[in-house]
């Protein structure tokens, strides 16, 4: 419980953060959203919906569009990918028909609106998301001298390691080398199967990255070389992050990526501090997009339960809205 509460606090205070921000900004446009929607200024209502889908079009929205324009410098692009592109330009094509139609037809705005509700809502959690990785990375930044530091693996470049895991090796190498002054004995772990599209092993790359370029000898590097996913990067990898003398864990993982891997942590039941490695500015906004995806996929059945729910009052609040007239 204790480990869940560590990962659920950042995004409790995320949730307030950004609830807040949304009621102050919705004040602030109640007037100007009364004149566009053709609707009653006592309708406060009408401006918090179009707050909270000015916050989903500028954040998830414009995120997933500028992943679009990244696509050609990926190492490699994945179905995931151009479902992120194609939400990015779907966004912005449907908040432009409804910054149109609330000039020429604001009744059809308010219901594009109104329609619309579940997909405002998943930019609203995605902006939670990403306040709550901030607060998890400023906890994130004193952790332990460990004494097992566990690298997970990302997409090669050929027989080497990619970009974005030469960072991870390199933070990880940093934080075994910044503990071995009070734990001489400190391992690594690097965690990484063979993908699919994949010449080797992550794993073995990251191992002989870590040998050949960052000096780090061999004995002190263990290999779990049959992951493919986080969930079994954790899971292969607990034998040996958790015999005895290998704690305090840290888990070395992309900024990006550290606020999800602390609660899949949490939920495999390891103690660990989860730490980001520097990311490339141009890559952040599509990987926290996957990273609201993965979530979402995570507890899809809760999302699903939500979206229809969120649904079926929309269509609700359309039909009541046509009956009476603002």
Partial sequence: MRRR?????????????????????????????????????????????????????????????????????????????????????????????IAVAGAIDPPLARAALLVALPLWAAGLGTAVLVVAMLVHARAARTPP?????????????????????????????????????????????VSGGQGADEVRSEASAMAEHLERQLGVPAAAIDLEDASTTTRENLRLSRPLVTAPGRAPLAVVTSEYHAYRTAGLLAEAGIDGTVIGAWTRPSYRPGAIVREALAIAADLRWWCLAAAIALEALAVWAVVATQRVSP
């Fill in 5 to 97: 509460m560590r990962v659920l606090a950042p995004a409790l205070w995320a949730a307030v953060v950004v609830a807040t921000g949304a009621l102050l900004a919705a004040r602030l446009l109640q007037q100007p959203v009364a004149a566009w929607l053709d609707v009653p200024l006592e309708h406060g209502g009408w401006a918090l919906l179009v707050t909270v889908a000015a916050i989903a079009t500028l954040g998830l929205g414009a995120a997933s569009l500028w992943h679009a324009l990244m696509l050609p410098r990926l190492v490699r692009v994945r179905r995931v990918d151009r479902l992120i592109a194609a939400l990015g330009a779907g966004m912005a094509g449907l908040a432009s028909a």
């Fill in 145 to 189: 001298p460990p004494g097992t530091v566990l690298i997970l693996g990302a997409g090669l470049r050929g027989r080497e390691v990619g970009p974005l895991l030469r960072r991870r090796v390199q933070r990880g190498a940093e934080v075994w080398r910044d503990a071995l002054a009070q734990r001489p004995d400190a391992r690594i772990v």
